[in-house]
């Protein structure tokens, strides 16, 4: 909470004092927030485990952490907003040659997280692939192992918020993957190009392991089979990557 109050407190001074370096410095602390986040979030999951606090608590207190990082967001973009109009710098927006694509679900942590991973896994250097969720929860581990088995290891990502992606305004294209996530949009940027491909989330099956890996699979090749048709009508084909 201190840093996130004190990054706040430096992003405004250095917007009304016009201090670059002020900005910048501020801009650097955001990165220890995001390392606290995880790290909180990581003892609340420890103490649930371990029944020291009540499981109705667990929500409330990733609440909370999530909103004190949310101001040292908004904080990074006062300071972001500040070197622009001191500088002339446009850190806020990064070279225009790379084909920026979101992928969003309710909690980042199955659906979504799988499909930034089968994208990424294409190894197309003009793109840059993103998941982020509504309410982001940690990754299921039905999620890990599977995603495990095609080669793909997801157990140290930590799962983002949507207002947690940097540049938000310079993705070309967001994927919403379930209902609930393409609610989350009811202004939608003209300039973005949004799709709906509303997916089943896997992780919340009660079936036996069988049904439920079968499941994963049938998301695994639906969003693969998706991604490749997205991709390969953004790109030319007649180009040397010939598509994916």
């Known amino acids: 909470a201190n840093l996130s109050i004190s990054m706040f407190h430096d992003s405004v001074k250095a917007f009304l004092d016009q201090d670059p370096e002020l900005a910048k410095k501020s801009i650097e602390i955001e990165a220890a927030v995001d390392v606290l986040r995880l790290d909180f979030n ?36 006062i300071c972001m907003e500040a070197l622009y109009m001191i500088t002339g710098e446009y850190t806020k927006h990064p070279g225009a040659d790379v084909f920026r694509i979101l992928f969003v679900d309710e909690n980042n942590s199955c659906q979504s997280q799988m499909a930034e991973a089968i994208a990424s896994s294409f190894n197309l250097p003009k793109f840059i692939f993103s998941s982020a969720g509504i309410e982001p929860l940690q990754i299921d581990r039905s999620t890990i192992e599977f995603m495990k088995s095609k080669g793909i290891d997801l157990a140290r990502v930590a799962p983002k918020a949507v ?3 940097p540049n938000l305004d310079h993705y070309q294209v967001i994927v919403t993957l379930s209902e609930e996530a393409l609610k989350a949009f009811p202004q939608r940027p003209r300039k973005v190009i949004f799709l709906n491909w509303p997916t089943p989330d896997p992780s919340k099956l009660s079936d036996s392991q069988t049904v439920k890996t079968g499941s994963y699979e049938k998301t695994y090749d639906f969003l693969k089979n998706q991604i490749k048709d997205l991709v390969n009508a953004i790109i030319d084909t007649d180009e040397e990557s010939g598509g994916v």
């Open 163 to 165: 207002h947690q992606i």
């Open 42 to 77: 990581r003892k609340i999951v420890s103490l649930l485990s371990e029944q020291k606090i009540p499981a109705e608590s667990v929500d409330p207190l990733m609440t909370i952490v999530r909103k004190f990082e949310r101001v040292s967001d908004q904080a990074r973009n």
